[in-house]
Protein backbone atom coordinates (compact mmCIF):
# COMPACT_ATOMS: atom_id res chain seq x y z
CA UNK A 1 0.00 0.00 0.00
CA UNK A 2 1.27 3.10 -0.96
CA UNK A 3 1.19 5.81 1.43
CA UNK A 4 2.54 9.56 0.85
CA UNK A 5 3.69 12.18 3.35
CA UNK A 6 4.53 12.38 7.02
CA UNK A 7 3.08 9.63 8.79
CA UNK A 8 2.22 9.60 12.41
CA UNK A 9 1.16 6.28 14.46
CA UNK A 10 -0.74 6.39 17.64
CA UNK A 11 -2.37 4.45 20.16
CA UNK A 12 -5.98 4.50 19.86
CA UNK A 13 -6.79 2.76 23.27
CA UNK A 14 -4.51 3.00 26.87
CA UNK A 15 -1.13 2.22 25.06
CA UNK A 16 0.14 -1.39 25.05
CA UNK A 17 -1.50 -1.41 21.34
CA UNK A 18 2.41 -2.74 19.51
CA UNK A 19 3.22 0.43 18.12
CA UNK A 20 6.70 0.34 18.75
CA UNK A 21 6.24 -3.06 16.29
CA UNK A 22 4.43 -1.14 13.44
CA UNK A 23 6.46 1.90 13.45
CA UNK A 24 9.37 -0.63 13.76
CA UNK A 25 7.99 -2.35 10.54
CA UNK A 26 7.51 1.31 8.39
CA UNK A 27 10.33 2.63 9.44
CA UNK A 28 12.26 -0.37 7.58
CA UNK A 29 9.85 0.04 4.24
CA UNK A 30 12.05 0.70 1.35
CA UNK A 31 11.22 2.73 -2.03
CA UNK A 32 11.56 0.97 -5.07
CA UNK A 33 15.15 2.35 -6.17
CA UNK A 34 16.01 0.87 -2.94
CA UNK A 35 16.29 4.02 -0.81
CA UNK A 36 13.87 4.32 2.45
CA UNK A 37 10.90 5.38 2.63
CA UNK A 38 10.80 7.70 5.67
CA UNK A 39 14.27 9.65 6.95
CA UNK A 40 13.37 10.33 10.67
CA UNK A 41 11.29 8.50 13.58
CA UNK A 42 10.34 11.46 15.95
CA UNK A 43 8.96 10.54 19.31
CA UNK A 44 6.74 13.61 20.67
CA UNK A 45 5.34 12.96 24.00
CA UNK A 46 5.95 10.81 26.96
CA UNK A 47 9.05 9.69 28.60
CA UNK A 48 9.75 6.03 29.77
CA UNK A 49 6.33 5.28 31.35
CA UNK A 50 6.27 4.24 27.69
CA UNK A 51 7.26 0.07 26.97
CA UNK A 52 7.79 -0.60 23.61
CA UNK A 53 8.73 -3.71 22.20
CA UNK A 54 10.30 -4.55 18.90
CA UNK A 55 11.08 -8.25 18.08
CA UNK A 56 13.61 -8.77 15.21
CA UNK A 57 15.85 -11.56 13.98
CA UNK A 58 14.99 -13.69 17.18
CA UNK A 59 16.11 -10.73 18.74
CA UNK A 60 13.68 -8.94 21.71
CA UNK A 61 14.67 -5.33 22.16
CA UNK A 62 12.63 -2.85 24.81
CA UNK A 63 12.77 0.72 24.31
CA UNK A 64 11.55 3.10 26.70
CA UNK A 65 12.95 6.50 25.54
CA UNK A 66 14.38 5.56 22.29
CA UNK A 67 12.48 5.80 18.76
CA UNK A 68 11.54 2.71 17.26
CA UNK A 69 13.15 3.08 14.64
CA UNK A 70 16.51 3.24 16.34
CA UNK A 71 17.60 -0.52 14.91
CA UNK A 72 17.51 1.05 11.35
CA UNK A 73 20.45 3.17 11.42
CA UNK A 74 19.76 4.73 7.92
CA UNK A 75 17.13 6.40 9.78
CA UNK A 76 18.00 9.78 12.11
CA UNK A 77 15.74 9.20 15.31
CA UNK A 78 15.12 12.06 17.11
CA UNK A 79 13.46 12.72 20.73
CA UNK A 80 11.57 15.93 20.41
CA UNK A 81 10.79 18.20 23.41
CA UNK A 82 7.46 17.38 24.22
CA UNK A 83 9.65 14.13 25.60
CA UNK A 84 10.72 14.26 29.00
CA UNK A 85 13.88 12.56 29.36
CA UNK A 86 15.16 10.50 32.30
CA UNK A 87 18.85 10.61 31.72
CA UNK A 88 19.70 7.90 33.65
CA UNK A 89 17.35 5.51 32.03
CA UNK A 90 18.78 6.93 28.22
CA UNK A 91 22.22 6.46 29.07
CA UNK A 92 21.64 2.75 30.01
CA UNK A 93 19.46 2.23 26.60
CA UNK A 94 22.00 3.65 24.45
CA UNK A 95 24.42 1.51 26.28
CA UNK A 96 22.64 -1.80 26.06
CA UNK A 97 22.20 -1.02 22.49
CA UNK A 98 25.81 -0.88 21.93
CA UNK A 99 26.79 -3.50 23.72
CA UNK A 100 24.30 -5.47 21.78
CA UNK A 101 26.16 -4.07 18.73
CA UNK A 102 23.97 -1.56 17.46
CA UNK A 103 24.71 1.59 16.68
CA UNK A 104 22.98 4.70 17.72
CA UNK A 105 24.87 7.52 15.97
CA UNK A 106 21.67 8.22 14.23
CA UNK A 107 20.27 9.80 17.35
CA UNK A 108 19.35 12.86 18.33
CA UNK A 109 18.03 15.10 20.96
CA UNK A 110 16.06 18.29 22.22
CA UNK A 111 18.03 20.81 23.85
CA UNK A 112 14.65 22.03 25.29
CA UNK A 113 13.06 18.54 26.37
CA UNK A 114 12.97 18.44 30.43
CA UNK A 115 14.25 16.16 32.04
CA UNK A 116 13.30 14.06 35.06
CA UNK A 117 15.17 15.07 38.28
CA UNK A 118 15.56 12.23 41.41
CA UNK A 119 13.06 14.41 43.64
CA UNK A 120 10.22 14.26 41.00
CA UNK A 121 10.08 10.17 40.95
CA UNK A 122 9.97 10.29 44.97
CA UNK A 123 7.38 12.61 44.64
CA UNK A 124 5.24 10.35 41.67
CA UNK A 125 6.12 7.46 43.90
CA UNK A 126 4.34 9.23 46.96
CA UNK A 127 1.19 10.84 45.12
CA UNK A 128 1.24 8.59 42.11
CA UNK A 129 -0.58 5.72 43.70
CA UNK A 130 -4.18 6.94 43.75
CA UNK A 131 -4.21 6.69 40.08
CA UNK A 132 -1.80 4.11 39.85
CA UNK A 133 0.91 6.00 37.27
CA UNK A 134 4.13 4.51 36.20
CA UNK A 135 6.01 5.76 39.12
CA UNK A 136 8.84 6.87 36.93
CA UNK A 137 8.37 10.86 37.95
CA UNK A 138 6.85 11.71 34.44
CA UNK A 139 3.84 13.85 35.79
CA UNK A 140 5.49 15.60 38.30
CA UNK A 141 8.17 16.59 35.83
CA UNK A 142 5.41 17.77 33.26
CA UNK A 143 4.07 19.78 36.04
CA UNK A 144 7.35 21.49 36.91
CA UNK A 145 7.92 22.56 33.50
CA UNK A 146 4.02 23.87 33.26
CA UNK A 147 5.03 25.56 37.03
CA UNK A 148 7.90 26.89 35.26
CA UNK A 149 10.53 25.39 37.54
CA UNK A 150 11.45 22.57 34.60
CA UNK A 151 15.33 21.33 34.09
CA UNK A 152 16.04 21.08 30.41
CA UNK A 153 18.79 19.93 29.15
CA UNK A 154 20.19 23.13 27.66
CA UNK A 155 20.21 23.76 31.49
CA UNK A 156 23.37 21.40 31.64
CA UNK A 157 25.19 21.94 28.35
CA UNK A 158 25.15 25.04 26.45
CA UNK A 159 24.26 25.27 22.28
CA UNK A 160 28.19 25.12 21.80
CA UNK A 161 28.52 22.28 24.15
CA UNK A 162 29.78 23.82 27.23
CA UNK A 163 29.04 22.39 30.43
CA UNK A 164 26.95 24.78 32.46
CA UNK A 165 27.51 23.54 36.37
CA UNK A 166 27.18 26.49 38.49
CA UNK A 167 23.63 27.42 36.60
CA UNK A 168 22.51 24.04 36.55
CA UNK A 169 23.29 23.76 40.77
CA UNK A 170 21.38 27.14 41.36
CA UNK A 171 18.47 25.44 39.42
CA UNK A 172 18.63 22.20 41.41
CA UNK A 173 18.81 24.28 45.01
CA UNK A 174 16.33 26.11 44.16
CA UNK A 175 13.89 23.49 42.93
CA UNK A 176 14.64 21.55 45.62
CA UNK A 177 13.69 24.27 48.26
CA UNK A 178 11.08 24.69 46.72
CA UNK A 179 9.87 20.88 46.72
CA UNK A 180 10.87 20.88 50.72
CA UNK A 181 8.98 24.05 51.32
CA UNK A 182 5.43 22.17 49.69
CA UNK A 183 6.28 19.93 51.74
CA UNK A 184 6.29 16.87 48.72
CA UNK A 185 10.01 15.89 49.72
CA UNK A 186 11.93 15.93 53.32
CA UNK A 187 15.25 16.79 52.51
CA UNK A 188 16.71 15.62 55.32
CA UNK A 189 15.58 12.26 55.45
CA UNK A 190 15.64 11.79 52.02
CA UNK A 191 19.28 10.77 51.53
CA UNK A 192 19.27 10.58 47.72
CA UNK A 193 18.12 14.17 47.30
CA UNK A 194 22.15 16.28 48.04
CA UNK A 195 21.83 18.79 45.46
CA UNK A 196 25.95 18.36 45.28
CA UNK A 197 25.32 14.66 44.28
CA UNK A 198 22.40 15.23 41.54
CA UNK A 199 24.68 17.83 40.05
CA UNK A 200 27.62 15.63 39.74
CA UNK A 201 25.55 12.62 38.15
CA UNK A 202 23.73 14.63 35.96
CA UNK A 203 26.42 16.05 34.34
CA UNK A 204 27.98 13.00 33.87
CA UNK A 205 25.06 11.62 32.32
CA UNK A 206 24.20 14.39 29.88
CA UNK A 207 28.24 13.97 29.53
CA UNK A 208 26.94 10.46 27.39
CA UNK A 209 24.97 12.13 24.81
CA UNK A 210 25.35 16.03 24.61
CA UNK A 211 27.06 15.21 20.85
CA UNK A 212 23.58 14.61 20.30
CA UNK A 213 21.76 17.35 21.38
CA UNK A 214 20.49 19.97 19.05
CA UNK A 215 17.48 22.28 18.19
CA UNK A 216 15.55 19.19 16.94
CA UNK A 217 12.35 21.54 16.02
CA UNK A 218 14.48 23.92 13.56
CA UNK A 219 16.33 20.52 11.93
CA UNK A 220 12.71 18.44 11.70
CA UNK A 221 11.31 22.36 9.95
CA UNK A 222 13.93 22.20 7.17
CA UNK A 223 13.96 18.45 6.87
CA UNK A 224 10.12 18.87 5.77
CA UNK A 225 10.84 21.19 3.48
CA UNK A 226 13.37 18.95 1.70
CA UNK A 227 10.41 17.10 1.28
CA UNK A 228 12.26 14.73 3.98
CA UNK A 229 9.80 12.19 5.19
CA UNK A 230 9.13 11.71 8.87
CA UNK A 231 7.12 8.89 10.55
CA UNK A 232 6.04 10.12 14.15
CA UNK A 233 6.11 7.53 16.82
CA UNK A 234 3.25 8.27 19.42
CA UNK A 235 3.55 7.23 22.98
CA UNK A 236 0.45 5.82 25.00
CA UNK A 237 -2.64 5.77 23.95
CA UNK A 238 -5.57 8.83 23.05
CA UNK A 239 -7.63 7.28 26.29
CA UNK A 240 -4.23 8.34 28.02
CA UNK A 241 -4.52 12.06 26.82
CA UNK A 242 -4.34 14.70 29.21
CA UNK A 243 -7.92 16.60 27.54
CA UNK A 244 -9.46 13.54 25.51
CA UNK A 245 -8.77 10.87 28.01
CA UNK A 246 -10.19 9.09 30.91
CA UNK A 247 -9.23 11.53 33.40
CA UNK A 248 -8.26 12.30 35.69
CA UNK A 249 -7.08 8.48 35.13
CA UNK A 250 -4.45 9.83 32.51
CA UNK A 251 -0.63 10.18 31.80
CA UNK A 252 0.37 13.93 31.89
CA UNK A 253 1.23 14.38 27.86
CA UNK A 254 -1.16 14.33 24.70
CA UNK A 255 -0.75 11.17 22.58
CA UNK A 256 -2.59 11.92 19.77
CA UNK A 257 -1.90 14.14 16.30
CA UNK A 258 -2.43 16.80 18.35
CA UNK A 259 0.76 16.56 20.54
CA UNK A 260 3.40 16.53 17.28
CA UNK A 261 2.55 20.07 16.92
CA UNK A 262 3.56 20.75 20.78
CA UNK A 263 6.07 18.17 21.68
CA UNK A 264 8.32 19.11 17.90
CA UNK A 265 7.96 22.55 17.26
CA UNK A 266 6.41 21.86 13.26
CA UNK A 267 3.46 21.59 12.12
CA UNK A 268 3.38 19.19 9.96
CA UNK A 269 1.50 18.17 6.71
CA UNK A 270 0.21 14.75 7.46
CA UNK A 271 -0.24 12.06 4.57
CA UNK A 272 -1.19 9.49 6.83
CA UNK A 273 -2.74 8.59 10.18
CA UNK A 274 -2.05 5.55 11.30
CA UNK A 275 -4.11 4.23 14.28
CA UNK A 276 -3.04 1.33 16.28
CA UNK A 277 -5.84 -0.77 17.63
CA UNK A 278 -5.49 -4.16 20.06
CA UNK A 279 -7.68 -6.56 18.72
CA UNK A 280 -8.80 -6.62 22.45
CA UNK A 281 -8.48 -3.72 24.51
CA UNK A 282 -5.89 -3.64 28.23
CA UNK A 283 -5.19 -0.64 30.45
CA UNK A 284 -2.86 -0.72 32.97
CA UNK A 285 -3.74 1.36 36.62
CA UNK A 286 -6.81 2.74 37.50
CA UNK A 287 -10.29 4.43 35.88
CA UNK A 288 -12.92 3.33 33.92
CA UNK A 289 -13.08 0.63 31.40
CA UNK A 290 -16.56 -0.45 30.35
CA UNK A 291 -15.63 -3.40 28.46
CA UNK A 292 -13.46 -5.11 31.26
CA UNK A 293 -13.31 -8.75 31.62
CA UNK A 294 -12.26 -9.58 35.02
CA UNK A 295 -13.10 -13.08 34.93
CA UNK A 296 -11.88 -16.20 32.71
CA UNK A 297 -11.73 -14.51 29.12
CA UNK A 298 -9.94 -11.78 30.58
CA UNK A 299 -7.53 -14.11 32.31
CA UNK A 300 -7.35 -16.15 28.87
CA UNK A 301 -6.00 -12.86 27.19
CA UNK A 302 -3.73 -11.90 29.61
CA UNK A 303 -1.98 -15.15 29.64
CA UNK A 304 -1.96 -15.84 26.07
CA UNK A 305 -0.97 -12.08 25.11
CA UNK A 306 1.61 -11.67 27.54
CA UNK A 307 -0.33 -8.94 28.98
CA UNK A 308 2.16 -6.98 31.85
CA UNK A 309 3.61 -3.98 31.61
CA UNK A 310 6.87 -3.28 29.86
CA UNK A 311 7.59 -0.98 32.08
CA UNK A 312 6.51 -1.53 35.60
CA UNK A 313 5.70 -5.63 34.92
CA UNK A 314 2.00 -4.72 36.74
CA UNK A 315 -1.06 -7.50 34.82
CA UNK A 316 -3.01 -5.47 32.80
CA UNK A 317 -6.78 -5.25 32.88
CA UNK A 318 -8.21 -6.62 29.36
CA UNK A 319 -11.58 -6.71 27.69
CA UNK A 320 -13.35 -6.96 24.89
CA UNK A 321 -12.47 -4.11 21.71
CA UNK A 322 -14.08 -1.07 22.15
CA UNK A 323 -14.97 0.59 19.00
CA UNK A 324 -16.51 3.64 20.96
CA UNK A 325 -12.62 4.52 21.86
CA UNK A 326 -12.04 3.51 18.20
CA UNK A 327 -14.49 6.12 17.12
CA UNK A 328 -13.06 9.39 19.24
CA UNK A 329 -9.02 8.10 18.22
CA UNK A 330 -10.71 8.64 14.59
CA UNK A 331 -12.59 12.10 15.25
CA UNK A 332 -9.50 13.54 17.42
CA UNK A 333 -6.52 12.34 15.58
CA UNK A 334 -8.29 12.07 11.59
CA UNK A 335 -7.18 8.29 11.22
CA UNK A 336 -6.77 7.41 7.58
CA UNK A 337 -6.20 3.96 8.66
CA UNK A 338 -6.42 1.00 11.08
CA UNK A 339 -3.15 -1.18 11.81
CA UNK A 340 -4.57 -4.15 13.93
CA UNK A 341 -2.32 -5.90 16.20
CA UNK A 342 -2.60 -8.92 18.59
CA UNK A 343 -5.38 -10.90 16.73
CA UNK A 344 -3.40 -14.03 17.05
CA UNK A 345 -4.59 -13.77 21.07
CA UNK A 346 -8.02 -14.07 20.29
CA UNK A 347 -7.42 -17.96 19.05
CA UNK A 348 -9.06 -20.44 21.16
CA UNK A 349 -11.59 -18.14 22.76
CA UNK A 350 -15.11 -19.67 22.83
CA UNK A 351 -17.15 -20.27 20.10
CA UNK A 352 -20.19 -17.71 19.58
CA UNK A 353 -18.27 -16.00 23.23
CA UNK A 354 -16.50 -13.45 21.32
CA UNK A 355 -18.12 -9.79 21.50
CA UNK A 356 -17.01 -6.24 19.75
CA UNK A 357 -17.96 -3.43 21.82
CA UNK A 358 -20.07 -1.50 19.29
CA UNK A 359 -21.07 2.09 21.54
CA UNK A 360 -22.37 2.28 24.78
CA UNK A 361 -26.13 2.94 25.97
CA UNK A 362 -27.22 6.05 27.82
CA UNK A 363 -25.61 4.92 31.12
CA UNK A 364 -22.25 4.31 29.48
CA UNK A 365 -22.73 0.70 29.51
CA UNK A 366 -21.00 -1.43 26.49
CA UNK A 367 -23.64 -2.25 23.88
CA UNK A 368 -21.88 -5.47 22.10
CA UNK A 369 -21.78 -7.07 18.63
CA UNK A 370 -21.70 -11.05 19.23
CA UNK A 371 -19.01 -12.69 17.21
CA UNK A 372 -18.06 -16.55 16.09
CA UNK A 373 -14.37 -17.25 17.14
CA UNK A 374 -12.07 -19.20 15.80
CA UNK A 375 -9.67 -21.87 16.91
CA UNK A 376 -6.78 -22.10 14.38
CA UNK A 377 -3.32 -20.64 15.16
CA UNK A 378 -2.97 -18.06 12.98
CA UNK A 379 0.70 -17.06 13.58
CA UNK A 380 1.71 -18.12 10.87
CA UNK A 381 -0.64 -16.76 8.31
CA UNK A 382 0.40 -14.46 5.63
CA UNK A 383 -2.28 -13.78 3.79
CA UNK A 384 -5.62 -12.64 4.72
CA UNK A 385 -7.35 -15.52 2.79
CA UNK A 386 -5.65 -17.91 4.92
CA UNK A 387 -6.82 -16.84 8.28
CA UNK A 388 -10.15 -19.01 9.25
CA UNK A 389 -13.69 -17.27 8.19
CA UNK A 390 -14.92 -15.90 11.95
CA UNK A 391 -11.41 -14.31 11.71
CA UNK A 392 -12.01 -12.28 8.32
CA UNK A 393 -14.90 -11.49 9.16
CA UNK A 394 -13.76 -9.89 12.76
CA UNK A 395 -11.80 -7.67 10.39
CA UNK A 396 -14.52 -7.14 8.09
CA UNK A 397 -17.09 -6.37 10.82
CA UNK A 398 -14.63 -3.64 12.32
CA UNK A 399 -13.86 -2.23 9.00
CA UNK A 400 -17.88 -1.82 8.33
CA UNK A 401 -18.38 -0.20 11.91
CA UNK A 402 -15.16 2.17 11.70
CA UNK A 403 -15.51 3.03 7.72
CA UNK A 404 -11.43 2.91 7.73
CA UNK A 405 -9.18 -0.03 6.01
CA UNK A 406 -7.17 -2.44 8.01
CA UNK A 407 -4.37 -2.76 5.69
CA UNK A 408 -1.81 -4.13 8.36
CA UNK A 409 -2.98 -7.17 10.83
CA UNK A 410 -0.33 -8.27 13.18
CA UNK A 411 -0.49 -11.90 14.40
CA UNK A 412 2.42 -12.52 16.34
CA UNK A 413 5.35 -10.64 18.24
CA UNK A 414 7.82 -11.18 15.36
CA UNK A 415 8.97 -8.71 12.94
CA UNK A 416 7.42 -10.87 10.05
CA UNK A 417 4.44 -11.43 11.82
CA UNK A 418 1.90 -9.87 9.80
CA UNK A 419 -0.37 -9.94 7.35
CA UNK A 420 -0.13 -6.85 4.74
CA UNK A 421 -2.90 -6.28 2.59
CA UNK A 422 -3.18 -4.77 -0.59
CA UNK A 423 -7.23 -4.84 -1.11
CA UNK A 424 -7.81 -7.43 -3.64
CA UNK A 425 -10.35 -9.42 -1.45
CA UNK A 426 -13.64 -10.20 -0.77
CA UNK A 427 -15.17 -10.63 2.42
CA UNK A 428 -17.36 -14.15 3.21
P1 LIG B 1 2.10 8.13 34.24
O1 LIG B 1 2.16 8.34 32.78
O2 LIG B 1 3.25 7.31 34.78
O3 LIG B 1 1.90 9.41 35.00
O4 LIG B 1 0.79 7.24 34.55
C1 LIG B 1 -0.52 7.72 34.33
C2 LIG B 1 -1.41 6.59 33.82
O5 LIG B 1 -1.02 6.26 32.50
C3 LIG B 1 -1.33 5.30 34.62
O6 LIG B 1 -2.58 4.66 34.62
C4 LIG B 1 -0.32 4.46 33.83
O7 LIG B 1 -0.49 3.08 34.04
C5 LIG B 1 -0.70 4.88 32.41
N1 LIG B 1 0.40 4.76 31.45
C6 LIG B 1 1.43 5.60 31.27
N2 LIG B 1 2.22 5.20 30.27
C7 LIG B 1 1.66 4.09 29.78
C8 LIG B 1 1.99 3.23 28.69
O8 LIG B 1 2.97 3.43 27.95
N3 LIG B 1 1.17 2.18 28.49
C9 LIG B 1 0.07 1.97 29.25
N4 LIG B 1 -0.28 2.74 30.27
C10 LIG B 1 0.51 3.80 30.54
Avoid at 38 to 61: I, K, Q, S
Avoid at 126 to 133: A, S
Avoid at 199 to 225: P, S
Wanted: net charge negative.
Amino acid sequence: MERKGHTAVVGCQWGDEGKGKIVHLLAGERNTDGTNKYNYVVRFNGGNNAGHTVVTEGETYKFHLLPSGVLHPDIVNVLAHGVVIDPEVLVGEIKELNERGKFTDNLIISNIAHLIMPYQKIRDGREGGKIGTTGRGIGPCYEDKYGRRGIRIEDIVSSSGKIRKDHFAGKVREVIGWYEEHGFIDAKGEASLKADEIVEQYIDFVGHFKDCVTDTGRLLYEADKRRKRILFEGAQGIMLDTDKGTYPHVTSSHPTVGGIGIGTGIVPELGTVIGVVKAYTTRVGEGPFPTEQDNEIGNYMRDKGGEYGTTTGRPRRCGWLDLELVEIAKRVNGLTEIAMTKLDVLSGLPEREMNICVRYDSDENPIYLPMDGWREDITEVEHFTQLPNSARRYIGTIEGLTQLQIPIISVGPGSKQQIVREFDYEYE
